[in-house]
């Protein structure tokens, strides 16, 4: 114990830097200050000296706890069983999740030619311009939450049993920062209910029991890995509230009306500790933009939400679960209406969801790099999972004392 112990002070000590408070920290993406080439440091008040939390081994192994933790709770606390994962959708069928609807978040598409190639060297150029009769348009997932709600009819799944899949996905509209990348990985989860229980108290019980696991696997993780608490570091005493503050999105607006959207999300985590905002999709009473803009064909826009905690070392708003009750005809009609997009009624998925035949649920998705990122006190997301980073990001990390875990040789 004495020699591990040592070997982790030397892993802290070898990764030491300098990070700042508001800028190498910063994780929005609009003010990113890594991706956007400047200084990460200049002109920003030093939030002390920056560890790594545990070394490199020790970054996995907590990684492979918290993930057996997670996964072993939601089963138990949710009666979920995992079902294996999708990695592609084929196209035009309403399955895919189209995040906010817009052009540059659209998923990454591909064809499957489905014919017969020679093996060889020298292949026939003309013969691959041959089109087959079985050629498939494809897109990779950008999440499962329509997919999962035809698992559940498939299986017949019963009231209060349901299906969760650890999900990887590609998307390329991210821009990259230090909780924001291409790769989006997440525990998709979805259980069948009532629909007398589309109510927003149903939505409540079942957020709460997801805070309960993640508040549990801080004090498994923490016991565990006692070092990733550094005595005297400013985040040495930081643990999540047990309480989860619940709050709409139009009494956060008014509560800080002057702010943009991450601005006020972070002076509420900073306020609370830790929020649900109740409503994401609807504009403000008062027609200002929605808290932030949602896919019309899976949640219900009057009921899902988002859990945000603080980072204790980005000091900024910090992402966990994004939830919510799925639309039934009624709130998939108006939602399509409002988006513009009610030609998507003619999708397949659409149309099962607005003649009733898909069952009632309750689903979403828990970030599993975000919660490592949180647990292990790292202060990007790079630290946790592989993704693509450009050459300047790496560089800029690396005088940050952060190591990213690369996908290629990076000259740093």
């Not at 069928?93 to 190639?117: E, H, I, Q, W």
């Not at 709409?248 to 002076?267: C, I, K, N, Q, Y």
Request: net charge negative; hydrophobic share 35%.
């Amino acid at each position: 114990k004495e020699f591990t112990k040592k070997k982790r002070n030397y892993g802290y000590q070898r990764q030491r830097a300098q990070c700042s408070r508001q800028s190498s920290m910063r994780n929005d993406p609009d003010d990113d200050e890594l991706h956007a080439g400047r200084d990460p440091s200049a002109g920003t008040e030093s939030r002390g000296e920056f560890h790594a939390s545990v070394v490199t081994l020790d970054v996995q192994r907590a990684s492979t706890d918290i993930k057996r933790f997670v996964e072993a709770r939601l089963e138990k606390d949710f009666n979920l069983v995992k079902h294996t994962t999708p990695q592609a959708f084929t196209t035009n069928t309403g399955v895919n999740d189209d995040l906010d609807g817009t052009k540059s978040k659209k998923a990454v598409y591909f064809t499957v030619p489905n014919r017969d190639v020679p093996r060889g060297i020298t292949i026939d150029p003309d013969k691959m311009k041959e089109r087959s009769p079985y050629e498939l348009e494809c897109e990779v997932v950008q999440s499962l939450a329509k997919w999962k709600r035809l698992m559940l009819d498939r299986l017949g799944c019963d009231v209060g049993e349901g299906i969760y899949c650890d999900s990887i996905s590609i998307r390329k509209g991210y821009k990259g920062d230090v909780t924001h990348s291409i790769v989006a990985d997440q525990w998709d989860f979805e259980v069948r209910i009532n629909e007398e229980d589309r109510t927003a108290e149903t939505l409540k019980q079942y957020v709460t029991k997801v805070w309960k696991i993640v508040t549990d696997c801080e004090d498994y993780i923490l016991e565990k890995y006692p070092d990733i608490l550094l005595e005297g570091h400013p985040t040495a005493t930081s643990r999540l509230p047990k309480k989860l503050t619940f709050i709409t999105s139009e009494e956060l607006h008014e509560m800080f009306p002057t702010l943009g959207v991450h601005e006020r999300e972070t002076a509420a985590v900073k306020w609370f500790g830790a929020i649900f905002i109740i409503g994401m999709g609807w504009p403000m009473a008062d027609g200002t933009p929605a808290e932030e803009v949602r896919s019309p064909g899976y949640d219900d826009w009057r009921l899902n939400g988002d859990i945000i905690v603080e980072h204790p070392l980005t000091q900024y708003r910090h992402e966990l679960m994004s939830t919510g009750i799925r639309v039934n005809s009624e709130s998939l009609r108006a939602q399509l209406a409002h988006r513009g997009m009610s030609e998507q009624a003619e999708l397949p998925f659409m149309k099962a969801v607005l003649e009733d035949r898909l069952p009632f649920c309750f689903g979403g998705g828990i970030g599993i790099s975000r919660l490592l990122m949180l647990l292990l006190r790292t202060c990007h997301i790079g630290e946790v999972q592989c993704g693509v980073w450009h050459d300047g990001h790496y560089k800029q990390a690396a005088a940050a004392g952060i190591d990213l875990i690369p996908d290629r040789i990076v000259d740093v």
